[in-house]
């Protein structure tokens, strides 16, 4: 390889973030970050960036910046620990320097399979460009990350085109996360759907222990951030190798709990009390609104409502008197509930399956509030027929208790 440095540019120095296994609490990698210096003082990357693309110098830069990058990771780097690599898309479809760029990653002496390329989130003007300069570099054997997804440009349907095997969550989305049920909520979907698409997770920007909790709780695969390792300049083999014996990977990240789950919570407790007594009343013939008056007499209670065994709805919801304000019916058709079918919704499906248990819902979005809700249902048989009984819950009122 050759000098690492480009003369007349900003002066090139690498530190290194680990980027952490939260089931084996030991670095899985390293990702490599620009320390640069210009007349003596440093300098931010951006600056430094900036000046060589000024300069008509960016690939040119981006390049040495790699090389050195390289070269200070395998001083210390064991066989197992991969390296994260940033990279602009400009410089990955450059006809010039894609190809030298790779070069210098196959010349480095690092296996391809120890490489991740983080393609950095920036619009590119020839998208088809970048998915080919993306195969050719997976066809190496190098390993392919999207950065700071969530933010910006970066979002799905990138994922799709480029078939990273590392999706890097942009910090904000764990800030957010971390002071709102809902966004964690949402936070934990969001890394489901990436993992059903077959990429691992790196949650980025960890701060705070709050922060690492909900990481685990999302089962994120890979976390990084000031609250694990600081980027340092100097590593040694036996630190890059080590576990990380920090209060981060304790018991306390393993059972400790930032997200419960709904089905855990004690506050459901008088909700599902209640719904037993509406299910028992209307089994034994009382009136749908006279058996539903316990339920509807709990704080954040919506509604109750009964399917017949295909899930279509027999009669209209049963509506509790207060709570006013929630009621945000988007569409008047959606207002009207009876001889709805309801067959797709989680917990009719799962009340089939399970009869005679009470099944609590994951939180969704009810199409009749357009509030966050979770619904109590229960398969029950009355002479010789079969319902689901279903009641809800207002989640997003009762959710501002759990954070």
């Known amino acids: 390889m050759n000098d690492p440095q480009a003369p007349g540019l900003p002066r090139i120095e690498s530190a290194f973030q680990p980027v952490l296994s939260l089931a084996h609490g030991a670095a899985v990698g390293y990702e490599a970050l620009l320390r640069a210096s210009q007349g003596g003082a440093s300098c931010s990357p951006e600056h430094?960036?900036?000046?060589?693309?000024?300069?008509?110098?960016?690939?040119?830069?981006?390049?040495?910046?790699?090389?050195?990058?390289?070269?200070?990771?395998?001083?210390?780097?064991?066989?197992?620990?991969?390296?994260?690599?940033?990279?602009?898309p400009d410089v990955l479809v450059d006809p010039v320097h894609g190809p030298a760029l790779a070069d210098d990653l196959l010349?480095?002496?690092?296996?391809?399979?120890?490489?991740?390329?983080?393609?950095?989130?920036?619009?590119?003007?020839?998208?088809?460009?970048?998915?080919?300069?993306?195969?050719?570099?997976?066809?190496?054997?190098?390993?392919?990350?999207?950065?700071?997804?969530?933010?910006?440009?970066?979002?799905?349907?990138?994922?799709?085109?480029l078939r990273p095997d590392v999706v890097k969550l942009d910090r904000e989305l764990i800030c957010k996360a971390v002071s709102s049920y809902r966004n964690a909520r949402s936070l934990l979907r969001l890394v489901d759907l990436l993992h059903d698409i077959g990429t691992f997770i790196v949650v980025e920007g960890i701060e705070t222990a709050d922060q690492a909790r909900l990481s685990a709780d999302c089962d994120a695969d890979f976390v990084q951030g000031y609250y694990f390792g600081r980027p340092a300049i100097e590593i040694d083999a036996a630190a890059a190798v080590s576990r990380v014996a920090t209060p981060?990977?304790?018991?306390?990240?393993?059972?400790?709990?930032?997200?419960?789950?709904?089905?855990?919570?004690?506050?459901?407790?008088?909700?599902?009390?209640?719904?037993?007594?509406?299910?028992?009343?209307?089994?034994?013939?009382?009136?749908?609104?006279?058996?539903?008056?316990h339920f509807l007499a709990c704080e954040w209670?919506?509604?109750?409502?009964?399917?017949?065994?295909?899930?279509?709805?027999?009669?209209?919801?049963?509506?509790?008197?207060?709570?006013?304000?929630?009621?945000?019916?988007?569409?008047?058709?959606?207002?009207?509930?009876?001889g709805a079918n309801w067959s797709k919704r989680t917990y009719f499906r799962d009340a089939l399956v399970r009869p005679g248990e009470t099944i609590v819902s994951e939180p969704y979005m009810s199409s009749s509030s357009k509030n966050l809700c979770v619904t109590l249902s229960a398969y029950v048989n009355v002479g010789g027929r079969g319902f689901v009984l279903g009641a809800d819950i207002l989640f997003e009122a009762l959710y501002r208790t759990l954070a």
């Not at 000046?51 to 390049?63: F, N, T």
């Not at 040495?64 to 990058?69: F, G, Q, S, T, Y």
């Not at 066809?139 to 700071?148: E, S, W």
């Not at 509506?319 to 509930?337: G, N």
């Open 248 to 293: 981060a990977f304790d018991d306390r990240l393993t059972h400790a709990r930032k997200l419960r789950r709904v089905g855990d919570l004690d506050e459901l407790t008088p909700y599902r009390h209640a719904f037993g007594q509406f299910r028992d009343a209307w089994c034994s013939g009382i009136p749908v609104e006279q058996a539903a008056r």
């Open 301 to 338: 209670a919506l509604r109750v409502f009964v399917l017949d065994d295909t899930g279509r709805q027999v009669g209209e919801n049963i509506e509790s008197d207060r709570h006013d304000d929630w009621r945000r019916a988007t569409f008047p058709m959606l207002a009207r509930s009876s």
């Open 48 to 88: 430094a960036f900036a000046v060589a693309r000024q300069a008509g110098r960016y690939g040119e830069y981006e390049r040495a910046c790699i090389r050195h990058h390289l070269r200070r990771f395998v001083r210390f780097a064991d066989d197992e620990s991969v390296l994260f690599l940033n990279l602009h």
């Open 107 to 161: 010349e480095s002496g690092v296996a391809p399979g120890r490489v991740v390329i983080e393609v950095l989130e920036a619009r590119q003007e020839l998208p088809f460009a970048l998915v080919d300069a993306v195969d050719r570099l997976r066809g190496y054997g190098f390993l392919i990350a999207l950065d700071d997804f969530g933010a910006g440009l970066t979002n799905l349907g990138r994922v799709w085109d």
